[in-house]
């Protein structure tokens, strides 16, 4: 698992270059399926334009790709909007540029801005979010450790508190930045001399926008 960026909703926004009218339509996507399904829906809904042009990535590293210039000079659609996606880092993202053509040809480098110019434009306005991979942990202790283990916690750039229940010991759930397991642990267990319980752990991905967790 990698932490990864990707849109927050589904959405669109259009733009107006030389007469033509851009519309850029993007989804979160987690299958092939569920992209393929929403580039039909655009091309239902947007049957007349000139072109619809779709771009899907899926997974990590890209495992699923594609794209088409629909009828658009070769090179001139599909691939810069997907190498401007890669080269952001984002993935799980389905993208249909639907242009209405307003009688003005924009050539071949035109066409190439424009395009990207519609996908980048429409990013902005729904807005991208990251997906960070974190340890899920659950711990238990006395009522003296609570004051230390959460000053511990607030304290630790790597560790976000994500709930504490007071029953008969305090129950305190917490998210630990991947690859700092091991550490957090060990120091855990010497702050309270080995007086903890810890669940076990379980991977996780948070969800961030402008440096900020998402809640829900």
Request: glycine content about 8%.
């Amino acid at each position: 698992m990698k932490d990864y960026k990707t849109v927050a909703r589904v959405g669109l926004n259009e733009i107006q270059i030389q007469k033509s009218r851009f519309i850029g339509h993007v989804a979160p996507v987690s299958s092939e399926e569920e992209a393929i399904h929403f580039i039909e829906d655009i091309r239902k809904k947007h049957w007349n334009a000139t072109h619809n042009v779709p771009v899907y990535l899926i997974g990590e590293d890209y495992k699923v790709q594609r794209y088409s210039d629909d009828g658009e000079p070769s090179g001139t659609a599909g691939i810069p909007i997907m190498e401007m996606l890669k080269k952001e880092g984002i993935t799980n993202i389905c993208v249909v540029i639907t242009r209405y053509f307003g009688g003005i040809k924009l050539g071949t480098g035109g066409l190439v801005r424009a395009y990207t110019e519609s996908a980048k434009s429409t990013l902005e306005a729904i807005g991208i979010i990251e997906k960070r991979v974190f340890h899920h942990l659950k711990l238990s202790f006395d009522y003296t450790l609570h004051g230390k283990l959460q000053f511990f916690c607030m304290n630790h750039a790597c560790i976000l508190i994500d709930d504490t229940q007071f029953s008969e010991h305090v129950e305190m759930t917490i998210n630990i930045a991947y690859g700092e397991l091991d550490a957090i642990v060990k120091e855990l267990i010497n702050l309270t001399s080995d007086n903890i319980v810890l669940g076990e752990p379980e991977i996780c991905y948070l969800t961030f926008r402008d440096e900020k967790l998402m809640m829900g």
